[in-house]
């Protein structure tokens, strides 16, 4: 079993809809979860980070954490053209500085 | 104009040459932390440092060295005992500390070996 999972994708919606992005982690002491964007290309780009179970909030992206359940999302509101890409989701494991990285969901967003 | 820099963006080397990618940021960050992507695949950690002249190995390190004299500066050295160089390689940085993980990258170099 991979440390951190997500679905390769592509994950296709149209303009205008939600997307919703998930990822499962292994760890259960695992404290803190990250979302990057990665184009095409170039590297990765910080987009959120969580480390309470619930909601949090940034503009059009949601993250939410189930500690529980083990698995971590991420919700891009209004998606655009431009929110196509990789998304990375990566967990760091309390008493680590390192974070491990799942393979990524390919979105494409239709216009 | 805070950030990591990586040079250079393309890099083409002949087998059995080392070659030294260069990462410095100016973020004031205490760790820096070295990746290899390969196509379709996630981020694989090769060596990180959280202080200077200090580092540790990460999940793939064989093949790579680096070095760690300034606290802007983390140089990997790509050896001719890696087996598959080929790579996109990306520098990242983070503070060290309780709530400060969140790790922030330079734009990567492109390695090509032939």
């Known amino acids: 079993q991979k440390e951190v999972e997500q679905n390769s994708g592509p994950l296709s919606v149209p303009e205008g809809a939600i997307a919703s992005l998930n990822c499962t982690y292994s760890?259960?002491?695992?404290?803190?979860f990250f979302w990057y964007r990665q184009y095409s290309g170039k590297s990765p780009e910080l987009i959120m980070s969580?480390?309470?179970?619930g909601d949090k909030e940034d503009g059009r992206f949601t993250a939410q954490l189930n500690k529980a359940s083990q698995y971590v999302s991420l919700l891009i509101r209004d998606s655009q053209p431009s929110d196509s890409a990789t998304y990375l989701c990566?967990?760091?494991?309390?008493?680590?500085?390192?974070?491990?990285f799942g393979t990524g969901t390919r979105l494409l967003v239709s216009p | 104009d805070g950030g990591i820099t990586q040079s250079p963006k393309y890099l083409f080397r002949k087998e059995g040459q080392n070659v030294t990618l260069s990462c410095e940021q100016n973020?004031?960050?205490?760790?820096m932390y070295w990746y290899r992507q390969d196509p379709g695949q996630g981020l694989r950690l090769i060596y990180y440092?959280?202080?200077?002249?200090?580092?540790q190995k990460g999940d793939i390190a064989e093949g790579y060295s680096v070095s760690r004299e300034k606290k802007e500066s983390f140089p990997l050295t790509v050896t001719s005992a890696q087996k598959n160089p080929t790579a996109f390689y990306l520098c990242?940085?983070?503070?060290?500390?309780?709530?400060?993980?969140?790790?922030?990258f330079g734009p990567g170099t492109r390695l090509t070996v032939t």
């Open positions: 990242a940085s983070s503070n060290v500390g309780q709530g400060a993980y969140e790790q922030y």
């Open positions: 760890d259960r002491v695992s404290q803190s």
């Open positions: 969580i480390y309470s179970n």
């Open positions: 990566a967990v760091r494991r309390d008493g680590f500085q390192k974070l491990v």
């Open positions: 973020l004031n960050h205490d760790a």
């Open positions: 440092s959280q202080i200077v002249n200090d580092f």
